[in-house]
């Protein structure tokens, strides 16, 4: 097998990640020849096709190729860290990290790890995407992305993760319900009242399982998709609902007209967790993000520990 080098699997990376060869060769600052030529060298030192070319549909992945995608960012990523290694230095932290975020912890989570991290290693490329636990997962898995940072009791037993933080859950009622003020509240305290519920999974399921975990049936009579749909209809009064994040949430009034009040049943603590991709060492810099966020973990006041 001839030898394969850093700047093809680059090539080839940026070819799938960008969707052609002419967009990967501009990513790259180089000529669609060059990008061409490398690539028919790296198929020709692996010994098969790793890429379905078309002038109207880009490239895709064959099988080989897809096999390939997690091994080929890996490498990449270790060559990134050779200088620092080299050199000794333990306290700079540079290269690009991509980070994916569930859409209830963005608010909190990236402007803080952005403003904050960042600017004491401004050496370090952060970009982030949000979205739902699963898709975010399979964009891990596909090597687009880094890291994934999401709630513990959104992932599969089976899943590793890295805990930041534990909490616990809340319920959600108007401020002017007369359980209010409570400071902890059980679910048979509101068992009378409908249910609203946050529908995208597995958030959905997972609560109603508290619900009846605590012996109590729930009068499901509202979803939505949005987060602020749900408050929206806990503070006029017509339900109830379940929550992460607590009452001293970063940009939310004491009085936004809602209170956040943590659950008195039994149950195992949610979590903040951070999933990498399994089979490969973590990179210092995405390591590096984790353990800034297990430090500053306890000064996070919107979690109910």
């Not at 290694?85 to 980070?99: F, K, L, P």
């Not at 970009?127 to 890291?147: C, H, I, K, M, Q």
């Not at 009064?237 to 809602?258: C, F, K, T």
């Amino acid at each position: 097998m001839s030898d394969i080098t850093l700047r093809q699997l680059e090539y080839f990376l940026a070819a799938l990640d960008d969707g052609s060869i002419t967009a990967a060769a501009r990513t790259c600052s180089v000529t669609q020849a060059t990008v061409s030529t490398a690539l028919n060298e790296l198929e020709r030192a692996v010994g098969t096709r790793l890429l379905v070319r078309s002038r109207t549909a880009g490239v895709r992945p064959t099988s080989a190729g897809t096999a390939l995608v997690s091994r080929a960012r890996a490498m990449l990523d270790l060559a990134r860290e050779i200088p620092d290694v080299a050199m000794g230095d333990q306290s700079t932290i540079v290269g690009s990290v991509r980070v994916g975020c569930i859409f209830p912890l963005g608010p909190y989570l990236l402007p803080q790890l952005i403003s904050d991290f960042a600017e004491a290693h401004p050496g370090l490329d952060i970009s982030f995407t949000e979205g739902a636990t699963g898709d975010l997962r399979r964009e891990l898995d596909v090597g687009r992305l880094d890291l994934v940072l999401t709630f513990g009791g959104q992932l599969p037993p089976t899943v590793p993760a890295q805990e930041i933080a534990s909490f616990r859950q809340v319920i959600l009622l108007a401020a002017d319900h007369p359980l209010a003020g409570r400071k902890e509240i059980a679910f048979r305290e509101v068992a009378e009242m409908p249910v609203i519920l946050f529908n995208q999974p597995p958030s959905r399921d997972r609560v109603e399982a508290m619900i009846r975990g605590a012996g109590v049936e729930p009068d499901v009579r509202w979803e939505s998709a949005s987060p602020e749909t749900v408050r929206g209809l806990v503070r006029r009064g017509l339900g109830y609902s379940v929550g992460n994040i607590g009452s001293e949430a970063e940009g939310r009034d004491s009085d936004d007209g809602i209170a956040y009040i943590p659950i008195d049943d039994p149950q195992a603590p949610n979590s903040i967790v951070a999933v990498y991709e399994t089979g490969h060492p973590v990179p210092r810099r995405v390591s590096s993000i984790v353990d800034y966020f297990i430090e500053q973990s306890p000064t996070w006041e919107w979690l109910a520990y």
